[in-house]
């Protein structure tokens, strides 16, 4: 349904030139420089040998994790690096070794992995750090966008293997839950304070500013999505309390565009016009006003959810939308209620 925009932003992209990973580099004469990239290999060994002192693993453990983390041929990017110290760690840590294997197969929504154990402050801040940046990367590739930005929050980039990753999975996740503000910082910080942003990161990024930019609350873009966004968590079997707020939210918005609507068509009415149409007339004729244009107030915001709004009103509300949008949103409401209804139908959990 967003193919245009998307299209449209591709364009735009290649018309920047990938400006997005040129912004990440050091770049004096217009006074930035970047702050953060890949942790080089060396660091990551020093820092992985005082946590190893401190652990209370065998001698012949460390020796096999540092082993691990050294071995040819040497990683080359801030992902590869990240993936080398995982597969060093689970060679002492049954935990690392669970977590990778959970991460490497689709998710189970229904028994997600427990990673209460990252949180423990007894945790050692470079593990827990990394570790959770690669949970939160898998949880936003499997959709589970909630799950990812809790797990991606608060981590501490000067910890952080590959800093790109923790900001463009962060961002993907904000922009999925269209939490505007977070998601342009984040964005933000991945284009402007890594030196080795990946192209790829860095022209999705752009991509992501541009959409949340002229991304207006109450909307009928934004209300679209957010039906979208139902539908995700209703795929994932996500059909609990924030999926009733969601679906509140989204009767409020569409009982106000409504309303909004109303309002325009009575004062078209009152000034002795008429709402222009949205297609064509099909010959060239001049065409009278039918009816003073009053429309009957739409209880909207009084019923329970989408799926429990009567059949007449609901075809009245959907009557609304195409006068002043384009007609293929229609179709995605009536996508939604059908949805709603059978979602409606389901036992709760």
Known sequence: MHSIRFVGLVTAVFALGFCGAAAAQDDPAFGKVAKHKTMALD???????EWLASSTLEQAQRDKVLAALKKEPLPATGTETLARFCEALAEADVRVKDLLEVTSRPVDPTKLYSAAWLADA????LLKDNLRLVYGRWLCQERLFDEAAENLSGIAVENSIDPASLYFYQSVAYHRLLDKKRGLESIEKLLQDVQDTPRRYASLAVLMVDDLSG???DSLDHISRRMEDVERRLDLGRAGKRVRTV???IVKSLDKLIEELEKQ????AAAGGTLQPTQPAPQSR???GQG?????????AATKSWGDLPPKKREEALQQIPKSFPSHYRDIIEQYFRRSTQESETPQK
């Open 122 to 125: 007894s945790t050692h801040p």
């Open 247 to 249: 679906e509140d939210g």
């Open 215 to 217: 991304l207006k609350d």
């Open 292 to 300: 003073p244009g009053n429309v009957d107030k739409k209880n909207v």
């Open 265 to 268: 068509q009575q004062q078209c």
């Open 43 to 49: 660091e990551l060994a020093g820092r992985t040998g």
């Open 286 to 288: 001049i065409l009278a």
